[in-house]
């Protein structure tokens, strides 16, 4: 993209020109051809997606899990009271009028709708001898599927959706979530569940506006210029809009979670402002330093500008390799994600440098009070703090370092606790309608029944109630199991029922309730029962076969196909960015250390993630409503983000060290005068980029809340310990090692160079002259 950056400096008026209606032109793709956000996905090769290809045989039922429910109980008193009735009976008639509803069931009476089943029901339509004889088996399935708790005090309503019983429009799903929230009172408590209200329960984020502020606040401390300050942010956000409607076209070929567009956005605003910030910096360094406004821009762009492509390239590739999970969930996430990097990245590459080429030294222009008084005279050598600071780590680098890494490694032991799964409803805020229902229907029905298990059964002969009867015994009996959907006394009606079976009678289902929360360890572990020992149990008596499926199986699924890809991503990922490391820095130890220490950051952040959001340390000053364990996706995603951000920084800092090297081949000078020269920087963007996330701590949403302090405990640890400390140290050690490559493979190589600035380099002041003459060799050996 050199070339780009390039033009953009020679004719920046049509550069900027270029880049707005480039920038319509996606709005206008993205607002007119945007798909849908779902947290649809598909798992291959488990047994829960086998268990849900069998139930799709069987004919719609009434009694299953329902897309979205509604469920109420009043303060005092029973659901049944007439008053609770009157309540709630409008809130039910208003949400069956919606567009993507076609029934709204109702216990008091008949359901509510334009698509609702006939209830027959009690054997009505039978003859007498057959309605006398199964009169206690519709008894049972009468108590047993009550939308009615035993004690009356909570009743819930399932609602249908069109389509296939989950689409639903993003203002119906609103009209729903507003209609509930209205119906509570201080005499009604009223919740609504169901995936496909997530997004429309969920409060509208603030966070981008926080991070923002904050950013400006960092960035005018920093520069002392408001117009410094306020070009990254503007140049960030503007490639930031590109990659938001980009995410809505890849919405439309791939599935993207709801989450996403929030996500990506906390990802392309903080890596944007860093991006910008690195290049401005570079370009201000070079305007102090006396070059004229085109030099300055072409420096900057040559050697901040062709890191910041070179760092973004390793962000997208680290996102990319989310690929090789082969999980449609991820791959939606991992190209939103990476097309927004993309956008700020060429905002950082075509319209900043435009912008800088025309305004010059006005891009330094309305000075703050606090700031220093400089002038352009190439007599400022920048970064005096940081080169003191260096030559202190120098002393004895072996005992900086031995304290990075034993801050990191003590702040990583909680990793060893981790425990992957989905978090429930529990976890949402109070007044979160989701919670107010999942709470009611534990209060009411029991914990196990906002997470049952569905078994689709595959009988060894067509509609054999035998072999049926005695699977359901079996299931009940297992230990963690509180009931089954049919029990006993219900299985009778399967002798006339048009439901139980599919269209061969092979095919049926039982679900089954625990008698634990859907996140609880216990729940866990009877899946792994019901699996390892109840279906071999069931095959040995009656030859039938059982697979567990139903939303917790899957989720468990899920979490057990990531434990199992995980060390196969982690290889790629950093392979890869090993390889990209070597090839820029034509080094073997440079890039080794790198991964590893993107290790070792990668384990402190989830260290820091188990303590607050598993084991409830500082949950309540940071908005944790309930622990539990952590969602099973968050250390890929952490991995591939941080693993990009912290090669980022190792670009901006080791590129600055290497362009010393190449003009001295003095090492511990290279080291020194590399942090003196880029360490500010990094002090900077590492600030802004945690303070961005962590603007993202306080949202209601909890999978936000859990990336956001992940993040931004990544990007803490692995600038302020690994990056400014521990690497320093590592390389002051190293020696000359740090810059060999055996001849054959530099050789092989492609020569990929950060080229030097002339000038402003950092260091190059009165005192500060090569220490180590032992290493000191001429320029070119």
């Not at 190209?335 to 993309?342: E, S």
């Not at 820091?608 to 995603?637: D, E």
Request: charged share 15%; aromatic share 8%.
């Amino acid at each position: 993209m050199g070339a780009l950056s390039r033009w953009a400096v020679r004719k920046p008026v049509w550069a900027l020109v270029a880049w707005f209606v480039a920038m319509v032109a996606v709005v206008g793709v993205g607002t007119r051809l945007g798909g849908e956000l779902n947290d649809s996905f598909a798992l291959p090769d488990t047994e829960s997606t086998t268990a849900t290809a069998m139930l799709s045989t069987l004919p719609p039922n009434e009694g299953g899990e329902a897309a979205v429910r509604i469920v109420w109980s009043p303060t005092s008193g029973t659901a049944t009271d007439p008053a609770v009735e009157s309540a709630i009976t409008p809130v039910l008639q208003d949400i069956a009028a919606l567009d993507s509803v076609t029934c709204v069931s109702n216990p008091y009476g008949e359901s509510f709708g334009r698509d609702c089943p006939a209830t027959g029901g009690g054997g009505g339509d039978l003859p007498d001898f057959l309605a006398e004889q199964l009169a206690p088996a519709f008894e049972a399935t009468a108590k047993a599927t009550s939308p009615i708790s035993a004690d009356g005090t909570v009743a819930f309503a399932r609602v249908s959706l069109a389509g296939n019983g989950a689409e639903i429009s993003a203002a119906d799903a609103g009209a729903i979530v507003a209609a509930v929230k209205a119906a509570n009172t201080d005499a009604l408590q009223v919740g609504a569940g169901g995936q496909v209200l997530e997004f429309a329960a969920t409060e509208p984020p603030s966070s981008e506006a926080i991070g923002i502020v904050v950013a400006i606040v960092i960035l005018l401390i920093a520069f002392g210029s408001l117009i410094a300050a306020g070009m990254p942010i503007i140049v960030a956000l503007l490639g930031l809009v590109v990659g938001q409607m980009l995410v809505l076209v890849v919405a439309r070929f791939l599935d993207v979670a709801t989450f996403a567009p929030t996500l990506a956005a906390m990802i392309g605003l903080g890596v944007g402002i860093d991006y910008a910030l690195f290049v401005m910096n570079r370009y201000r360094q070079a305007l102090l330093a006396g070059h004229d406004k085109t030099a300055a821009a072409n420096e900057a762009i040559a050697t901040a500008g062709r890191a910041v492509q070179f760092a973004g390239a390793t962000v997208i590739i680290a996102l990319l390799g989310l690929f090789v999970l082969r999980i449609s969930f991820f791959n939606g996430l991992a190209v939103a994600a990476a097309v927004t990097v993309l956008s700020v990245m060429l905002a950082a590459l075509w319209l900043l440098p435009a912008l800088l080429s025309l305004l010059g030294t006005k891009a330094l222009a309305i000075r703050m009070p606090w700031a220093r008084k400089t002038k352009v005279d190439g007599n400022l050598p920048e970064g005096r703090s940081f080169l003191a600071y260096a030559r202190f780590l120098q002393k004895k680098p072996i005992i900086p370092a031995l304290l990075a890494l034993g801050v990191v490694v003590v702040v990583a032991i909680p990793t060893f606790s981790l425990r992957l799964g989905f978090a429930d409803d529990s976890g949402k805020p109070e007044t979160n309608t989701a919670r107010i229902a999942y709470d009611l229907m534990s209060e009411g029905f029991g914990p196990g029944v906002n997470g049952p298990f569905f078994a689709a059964v595959n009988l060894p002969a067509p509609r054999d109630l035998d072999a049926l009867a005695e699977t359901v015994q079996i299931i009940s009996e297992t230990p963690g199991v509180a009931s089954t959907l049919p029990n006993a006394d219900m299985l009778p009606i399967y002798s006339i029922s048009p439901t139980a079976f599919s269209d061969n009678g092979i095919v049926t289902s039982i679900l089954i309730t625990p008698d634990s929360a859907p996140q609880d360890i216990a729940t866990s572990d009877l899946l792994q029962r019901l699996r390892n020992e109840t279906a071999p149990a069931i095959e040995a008596a009656t030859g039938a076969t059982i697979y567990i499926g139903g939303s917790q199986a899957i989720t468990q699924d899920f979490t057990q196909v990531l434990i199992d890809v995980l060390p196969l991503f982690l290889g790629i990922v950093i392979f890869l960015g090993f390889l990209a490391l070597m090839i820029l820095f034509r080094s073997i130890l440079v890039p080794l250390t790198a991964a590893a220490t993107s290790l070792l950051s990668f384990a402190a952040a989830m260290g820091i993630t188990v303590a607050v959001f598993q084991w409830g340390w500082l949950a309540g000053p940071l908005g944790v409503t309930s622990t539990g364990p952590i969602f099973p996706f968050l250390p890929v995603m952490v991995f591939a983000i941080l693993f990009g951000l912290s090669m980022d920084y190792q670009v901006f800092l080791v590129s600055r060290m290497q362009e010393e090297w190449d003009r001295t081949r003095d090492n511990v000078l290279s080291v020194r005068r590399g942090l003196a020269g880029s360490g500010r920087v990094v002090v900077i963007a590492a600030a802004i980029m945690s303070s961005v996330f962590l603007a993202f701590v306080p949202s209601t949403n909890g999978t936000i809340k859990l990336f956001g302090l992940a993040l931004a405990s990544a990007v803490i640890i692995d600038a302020f310990i690994v990056r400014l400390v521990l690497v320093p140290s590592l390389m002051t050690m190293l020696g000359r090692a740090n810059w060999w490559i055996p001849g054959w493979l530099g050789r092989m190589l492609p020569r990929i160079q950060v080229e030097a600035g002339d000038g402003e380099i950092v260091g190059d002041v009165p005192g500060d002259t090569p220490e180590s003459t032992q290493e000191r060799q001429p320029v070119g050996v």
